[in-house]
């Protein structure tokens, strides 16, 4: 089955650095990818949908300049947080759609704190 | 994409049905019905998902209503591990933009 590769599954930083986060579609050639958030408690909250070759659409609110996302392959999509601060700590889940349109699978999410 | 309404938290007995109920009142001619679920911690796992008619897999049975304003997300035997947040998205399944927007879900707790 088609399976996400979300790395790294948890990491920490200080504040004002920067972190790359990679989602990977293993199996699959992944033509669109999403990244999501999730805050404790919370349900998972869309951030940008990126799709191969093309720039990432942002959902209201969300900064573009702080969220980096790059679709640099089919198989591969980042985000990157600039210049991070403690209230981006969260949970980030990306997920990827084949070409077939066949549904979406999710990667296994990263715990980034920001300290 | 049709917002859906899902009742917050539901406990079930081990070993019994699980009956999640979902409202999608304004869903579109052309919107699927997905069920994702997410264990603590972890991302969203892929349950079922079903456009007009019944869908039955491994895991679980998907009943959709002839109005497609409603469905039903059945486990048939609960177990301690479908302890989860299950949620119910409508989404448009062809549509290369088609985003999974998700709601609050329903907490499932299952119990001994």
Redesign the interface.
Known sequence: GAV?S?HPSRVICKSGTSVKIECRSLDFQA??M?W?RQFPKQ????MA?S?EGSKA?YEQGVEKDKFLINHASLTLSTLTVTSAHPEDSS?Y?C?ARGRQ?T???????T?LTVV | DAKTTQPPSMDCAEGRAANLPCNHSTISGNEYVYWYRQIHSQGPQYIIHGLKNNETNEMASLIITEDRKSSTLILPHATLRDTAVYYCIVTLLMDSWGKFQFGAGTQVVVTP
Do not use: A, P, W
Not at chain 1, 43 to 46: F, G, P, Q, V, W
Not at chain 1, 103 to 109: E, I, L, R
């Open positions: 996400v979300q033509t669109t999403f999501y349900s998972l909250m869309l949908t799709n659409t949970f889940i997920s349109g549904g979406y699978t999710f990667g296994s999410g715990r």
